[in-house]
Nanobody
Framework: QVQLVESGGGLVQAGDSLRLSCLVS????????MGWFRQAPGKEREFVAA????????NYADSVKGRFTISRDNAKNTIYLQMNSLKAEDTAVYYC???????????????WGQGTQVNVSS
């Protein structure tokens, strides 16, 4: 079993930056590909970014490419999402997830955190 706990959300203004963290615990916690997803009110959960177990391969949604950076520190069992130049449309609950493969598809991830709220005021 794998447990994921996100932190770092909050209320910021458009143009500001925020860094989310996801602490991973449980079995073989450093070997999973990891992803960040988000869900805005009334919308489906959507892919944001993903990273392979070694941190050498990343993938981003077009909407965040160039603004967000995903990274991982396996020694600290932590995944990060650095979010720069935030926009009002980035407002959502952000979830980290662990899966068996590097994927943009929500159903490819087996373990999920509880989410952290990000609010961006315009």
């Amino acid at each position: 079993q794998v447990q994921l706990v996100e932190s770092g959300g909050g209320l910021v203004q458009a143009g500001d930056s925020l860094r989310l963290s996801c602490l991973v615990s449980g079995r073989t916690r450093s070997t999973y590909p990891m992803g960040w997803f988000r869900q805005a009110p009334g919308k489906e959960r959507e892919f944001v970014a993903a990273i392979n177990w070694s941190g050498t391969t990343t993938n981003y949604a077009d909407s965040v490419k160039g603004r967000f950076t995903i990274s991982r520190d396996n020694a600290k069992n932590t995944i990060y999402l650095q979010m720069n130049s935030l926009k009002a449309e980035d407002t959502a609950v952000y979830y980290c997830a662990a899966g068996m493969t590097l994927s943009t598809i929500r159903t490819q991830y087996n373990y999920w955190g509880q989410g952290t709220q990000v609010n961006v005021s315009s």
